[in-house]
């Protein structure tokens, strides 16, 4: 192989894995859109069924770590209720 066949052939892998990646980060800012959506099922049928795994897990954890917050925020208020007496 000459030199100008490698570098055109060098070319088009990168060109490859760069659309690759491209699509792969279109369809994640796709799905994490819907995460942040209010309505969570909208235009859910568009997404594979690992993308609303990973949906439905994104929006758990948000929802596991709001209620975290809020049962710290209740026991400090005890805890300060509790210290004054």
Do not use: Y
């Not at 052939?9 to 994490?32: D, E, P, T, Y």
């Amino acid at each position: 192989m000459t030199p100008t066949m490698l570098l055109f052939a060098l070319a088009g892998f990168l060109l490859s894995v760069v659309c690759a990646a491209l699509g792969m980060w279109v369809r994640q800012h796709a799905a994490a859109e819907a995460d942040q959506s209010a309505d969570l099922f909208h235009d859910w049928n568009r997404f594979t069924p690992e993308e609303r795994r990973r949906i439905l897990a994104g929006h758990r954890r948000r929802v596991l770590a709001r209620l975290a917050d809020q049962e710290k925020a209740w026991l400090r208020e005890r805890l300060g209720e509790c210290a004054k007496g």
